[in-house]
């Protein structure tokens, strides 16, 4: 990262780069007790809050899974195209698949093993084989489209295509338009509690707003993003929102990168702990990827046209 940009972007640089360090961090520390129970987890680490890898992927410390790879994938392809990013950022999908993942989401897979040229037709076929495809994985990654794009228009219409990839299932599109809408605003230099509030007004997620989800911290998209906005709105800092994240068990990895991505946004890199970022192993790739990003939007580059 260049510290003379740095130094003259002031925090909309540290914002960006504070979201998708935020996605890492929720990940890495998460990435240790996926799949666990709450009891589970308390019994073999009490409360995590230390980046050390292991768990059922056998991380090294500091690395990430999915979530901060594609959502990799999604920044990179706007960065090439910013105009028409779903044929790179599909590019780089199927490349990173190519390269054997250790952790590949369920609905993900399937369609990558579909594809045959048009990533709706594969994302239908995968929803009617499975039978649904309400997962998180569109959500864990849509965060770049807010991060690149000035108008608000752009970042949804783009934050709607990129679920459709992979996910047919509508509430993955409004759970990524939902995200990135608060996103939007935070970058504007809005209130964190405020803006959730007042985004998902009207919708089944205020319902309950503000009281810990009676469901699991599970893969299902409605589940994550009520799990999400609980940490958001109940933790007093981005450590915090991470560390309960992690701790919950069920899908830690991605409630922590969903819930670490806007966290980070919110309180800027600066105020991520310089233990989670200096853990995470692609850290360089991170801030090459945020310093773009904040070019890219400075330049107001538009996506008329965007398509597949």
Not at 188 to 200: D, S, T, W
Not at 244 to 272: P, V
Request: hydrophobic fraction near 45%.
């Amino acid at each position: 990262m260049s510290e003379l940009l740095l130094n003259q972007s002031g925090s909309l640089l540290d914002k960006i780069k504070g979201g998708l360090f935020g996605v890492a961090a929720g990940d890495a520390l998460g990435g240790t007790t996926e799949f666990m129970s709450v009891a589970q987890v308390k019994a073999t680490y009490g409360f995590l809050t230390e980046i050390i890898g292991g768990g059922v992927w056998g991380l090294a410390p500091g690395e990430v899974t999915d979530d901060t790879m594609m959502t990799l994938c999604v920044a990179e392809g706007i960065l090439e195209n910013p105009a028409e990013p779903m044929g790179t950022i599909g590019r780089l999908f199927r490349e990173w698949y190519a390269g054997g993942p250790k952790d590949v989401g369920n609905i993900i897979r399937q369609v990558l093993e579909r594809y045959e040229g048009n990533w709706y037709e594969a994302a239908f076929v995968a929803h009617l084989d499975l039978g649904q495809s309400a997962g998180n994985g569109s959500l864990m990654r849509c965060l770049p489209a807010a991060l690149a794009y000035a108008s608000l228009e752009q970042v949804e219409q783009v934050s709607r295509l990129q679920s459709r990839m992979t996910h047919y299932d509508e509430r993955c599109d409004e759970a990524c338009i939902l995200y990135n809408r608060m996103a939007w605003r935070l970058l504007q230099g809005e209130e964190l509690k405020e803006v959730v509030r007042q985004v998902v007004a009207g919708t089944d997620y205020a319902v309950g707003l503000g009281t810990e989800p009676l469901c699991s911290p599970s893969g299902f998209v409605v589940d994550t993003f009520r799990w999400v906005l609980y940490l958001l709105l109940d933790s007093a800092s981005f450590a915090k929102t991470i560390q309960r994240a992690a701790n919950l068990g069920g899908d830690s990895d991605t409630i922590g990168a969903i819930a670490g991505g806007l966290a980070g946004l919110y309180y800027g890199y600066a105020a991520i702990p310089g233990e989670y970022r200096e853990a995470i192993l692609i850290k360089g790739r991170l801030s090459a990827a945020a310093e773009a990003l904040y070019l890219l939007r400075q330049g107001g580059a538009g996506v008329e046209g965007a398509g597949v």
